[in-house]
């Protein structure tokens, strides 16, 4: 069972920058980014593959996030930019061991706990 740990939330102003990182504790192939806003049903932000290094994005955060990866580390980082108000919500983790599925979050089998992003007007 691989486990997510997430860290790098917090509140920042419209405009500012936050970073996210998410560590797994085995073996994943994808591992990207949801996440969820009040009232919201929780959605896709960004993925990457772990060999071909092929990346997805969100077309709300298409030019302002950029996801990369240490695949020595397990590790992922969702560097946000830009942030706007509509930005916040609790964003996920997620991995799976499949090499296809980026967007589609039923192809995800494991998960982290989730981390609190804010933004301020």
């Known amino acids: 069972q691989v486990q997510l740990v997430e860290s790098g939330g917090g509140l920042v102003q419209a405009g500012g920058s936050l970073r996210l990182s998410c560590a797994a504790s085995?073996?994943?192939?994808?591992m990207g980014w949801f996440r969820q806003a009040p009232g919201k049903e929780r959605e896709f932000v960004a993925a990457m593959s772990g060999s071909a290094g092929i990346t997805r994005y969100a077309d709300s955060v298409k030019g302002r996030f950029i996801l990369s990866r240490d695949s020595a580390k397990n590790t992922v980082y969702l560097q946000m930019n830009s942030l706007k108000p509509e930005d916040t919500a609790v964003y996920f983790c997620?991995?799976?061991?499949?090499?296809?599925?980026?967007?589609?979050?039923?192809?995800?089998?494991?998960w982290g706990q989730g981390t609190q992003v804010t933004v301020s007007s």
């Open positions: 997620a991995a799976h061991l499949s090499y296809v599925a980026f967007t589609d979050q039923r192809a995800y089998n494991y």
């Open positions: 085995g073996r994943t192939s994808i």
